[in-house]
């Protein structure tokens, strides 16, 4: 039996991760973590009892205490656990968490010499160089998650010598088709209505504004070291053809399932190894269509200012970030309308000044800060 660390246990990777455990049968549960879901939690405890859980939310882990107190499993709060149960000696340790605040827990990972399923892109995002080169020092596999990323790692396997570039496939998400005219118009429930995928709020959210892409061109960048000028964004609106490489004699090799997550999430957990799968296969047959358009930048500026984010370095991809959290999390509250998330991670991008090979202090830092900023930007011109 291996064992795992699950950070994010109730969302949606977490829940599908455990899914995936229960058909391979050799994964024993070290530790589960939650931000306040403790009634999935309470249910996940007594299928798979875990030596502890960590609830972020303190009145939630409370309750939650109060709830097991006839089960061994322990209860610990706060978010500073997140990093004691990221440290924790394991198999694997899959980082689920939504946001930055994934971020310090893959470093403690790192730092205990844990590998780790990444399915948390912000990690690498805000801390791109400093993630990398823990990853480095220690040892440390790191396997990527999201399915573009898990499609470009399989695809590299014997030729990152030759790699031309990067092609990272996108949906489009459920604006696509739209005017900048009609884009004025979209709700949070419009927004919220992926066409291909069934993910949580913020990364559906992102994927309608194109950030999502961006975050992930980012995440390409430090995963498999290229430069961004070789990483190339399409819209595939059929989520088929998960990702692609182009080598150098123009050869291109893609990676294509049906949409669901539990293929990547169950190749991190067997590899290098492969299983049989629960899910159904692609049915080359049954496919219409396979499409890929250039994104467009104007009508999603979002994808536009990753790259020069990216490009930037220091602190501005996690600036970035955390401008769009900020923003996301407005929007999904009513308080903007969906074009003006773009708007505010631009004004806190021209506003920040970058700071240079940035450390774990630094980067803290200028996240608390972009979202200071965004605030007072939406409450200026909301």
Known sequence: MKEITILGSTGSIGTQTLEVIDNLKNWKIKALTVYQNIDLLFEQVKKYQPEFVVVVEQEAAAKLKSKLKNQKTEVLAGKNNLKTAAAEDVDLLLNAIVGFAGLEPSVAAAEAGNDIALANKESLVSGGPLLTQLVKE?????????????AIFQLLKGH????????????????????????????VEDALNHPNWEMGSKITIDSASLMNKGLEVIEAHWLFDCAYDNIKVLVHPQSIVHSMIRLVDGTVLAEMGPADMKIPIQFCLTYPERNKTAGNNLELDQITA?????????????????????KAGGTFPAVLNAANEAAVYSFLRGEIPFLAMSRVVASVLDQHQSISDPDLEAI?????????????VIKEWF
Do not use: C, M, W
């Open 138 to 150: 220690k040892g440390v596999k790191l396997l990527p998650v999201d399915s573009e990323h898990n």
């Open 160 to 187: 990152k010598q030759e790699l031309d570039e990067i092609i990272l496939t996108a949906s489009g998400g459920p604006f696509f088709s739209y005017s900048r005219e009609e884009l004025t118009q979209v709700s």
């Open 290 to 310: 396979l499409e890929f358009f250039q994104a467009d930048t104007d009508k999603f500026p979002n994808l536009k200012y990753a790259y020069t984010a990216g």
């Open 364 to 376: 803290l830092n200028s996240d608390q800060e972009a979202r200071r900023l965004a605030v007072e």
